[in-house]
């Protein structure tokens, strides 16, 4: 039988892998110590997740290794010398179960051909589906003509402590590809940044006036809030009355939703937008942005705050690119930058809002900066940088590309759907000549991270007779 056939032979105990790995609540917790002094960095969880997927690996003949208990890895060793080394990236974590279940999380379910279960598609599903490709092509007799290592992370969901450790301690794979995006392949990543615009405050002694003493919102920089909360306080009682009449004013006039209700000697202004993942803002309206555009109809005794929030309304507002501060980038592989404010807090000497920024693949950090940079040059607002992800674009005739494609559309025969570039960021981002290939296909619903996550079985073995094409093409 060929490797393909072969692989068929194997569905049933593909199903079975899965279904134990599912029955791993795999979220990450704090580090633990056991009493003969091993630590298990991501917690027990992940651990028992690695220790499972190891010991299965083990079982159908290949050598694993432990990094630690920080990750690890599967290899189908080749005999030639001094080969390349080929990985399939992918993580053992999950995110948090959450609530809206119809059955339990971390009991796989099977109905209506489709398996449920948290981490069935995001990541657990591709990883064994990439185990067994490799099986088969071993049982098949294949002679990979690079090692092929299947690398195992814990806390991908997290922060990637595990994947550096992993490439700081057994080594950077020459190429790649992770399991843990979207069929047929993603060739390019956007990159990422996530930076503060603050400026301090000088609060004063406003007895008379309005004060704005507090507002917060938001969670994350790359989630768009869905709600936005401010107190005022003034000594002029009649003035609350006013607010609260332009709140309602507001509403009428824009259909965004802004409430203001009196809160003891104080005034709090709430504002209502949608929830969205900030690389796709649009799917979204900012809370942020409409809580501000309200509060700059209002006069504050602060002229600092003024001007802070007149500069959000001019330069950002309503704006999802970049328009109007300095740096709507945009190339032909991955269009335009993505620009999204996620949290926003102030008080009386600070006022701050973190902005997620997924900038073209072919552009710079420092492209990005400098046009923020020229906008803010004349304000007293600061950048404060906290994190940055360079972008990742492999060309449509790079060969691992064509590779790639060439597997995908051997198994499914659809010429139609192409490569893609996206605002996210996957393993791929810390890793050299890697892409995310898979699992979900086109037109399949995106269950990720979701109550009730699933996967189709259909799609789960027809994703394995992919990679294990894949893997013929690249290492043979």
Excluded at 15 to 22: G, H, I, M, Y
Excluded at 192 to 199: M, N, P, R, T, V
Aim: proline share 4%; net charge negative; aromatic share 8%.
């Amino acid at each position: 039988m060929n490797y393909l056939e072969i692989l068929d032979t194997y569905k049933d105990d593909m199903l079975a892998a899965l279904k134990e790995s599912v029955a791993i609540n795999s979220v990450e917790t704090e580090a633990v110590r056991t009493t003969d002094g091993e630590v298990y960095p991501f917690g027990r969880g992940p651990q028992k997740a690695l220790e499972h997927m190891l010991e299965l690996g083990s079982n159908l003949g290949f050598d694993t290794l432990n990094d630690d208990n920080y990750g690890g890895h599967i290899e189908f060793k080749s005999e030639e010398a001094k080969a390349e080394n080929f990985a399939i990236v992918g993580h053992l974590d999950v995110v948090p179960e959450g609530t809206g279940w119809t059955s339990d999380p971390f009991t796989a379910r099977i109905a209506d051909g489709r398996i449920y279960g948290r981490g069935v598609s995001d990541d657990k599903g591709p990883l064994v589906a990439s185990l067994y490709a490799m099986k088969a092509l071993k049982e098949a007799g294949f002679k990979p003509k690079k090692n092929i290592r299947l690398v195992l992370g814990l806390d991908e969901e997290t922060n990637k402590v595990g994947m550096e450790h992993y490439i700081e301690n057994v080594g950077m794979p020459d190429l790649g590809f992770t399991p843990d995006g979207e069929f047929p392949l993603i060739h390019g990543e956007k990159g990422i940044l996530f930076f503060d615009l603050s400026q301090k405050l000088n609060p004063g002694r406003f007895k008379d006036g309005l004060r704005l003493t507090k507002l917060q919102a938001g969670t994350a920089p790359n989630a768009v809030p869905a709600s936005a909360r401010a107190v005022v306080a003034t000594t002029d009682s009649a003035m609350y009355e006013t607010i609260k009449e332009r709140a309602e004013q507001y509403s009428s006039e824009t259909g965004f939703e802004v409430k203001a209700r009196k809160q003891g000697s104080s005034m709090a202004i709430e504002a209502a937008g949608v929830a969205a993942h900030g690389a796709q803002p649009w799917l979204g309206v900012n809370a942020i942005s409409i809580l501000l555009d309200f509060l700059g109809r209002l006069q504050f005794a602060n002229e600092e705050v003024n001007e802070y929030i007149a500069f959000y309304n001019e330069y950002i507002g309503f704006n999802l690119h970049g328009e109007n501060m300095g740096c709507a980038l945009e190339d032909e592989p991955s269009g335009k930058l993505v620009w999204n404010v996620g949290m926003a807090s102030f008080n009386e000497e600070m006022a701050s809002v973190t902005v997620n920024i997924r900038y073209p693949v072919t552009c710079t950090e420092e492209q990005v900066y400098e046009g923020i940079e020229q906008t803010c040059e004349k304000t007293r607002i600061g950048i404060v940088k906290t994190m940055g992800e360079d972008p990742i674009y492999l060309s449509l005739e790079h060969p691992m590309v064509v590779k790639l494609m060439d597997a995908y559309v051997e198994e499914t025969g659809d010429t139609e759907n192409k490569p893609l570039v996206i605002g996210g960021g996957t393993y791929a981002k810390l890793l050299k000549n890697t892409l995310a290939y898979g699992g979900l296909f086109p037109g399949e619903p995106d269950t990720m991270h979701q109550a009730d996550e699933c996967m189709s079985i259909e799609s789960f073995y027809k994703m394995a007779r992919i990679y294990a094409r894949a893997i013929e093409n690249i290492c043979g």
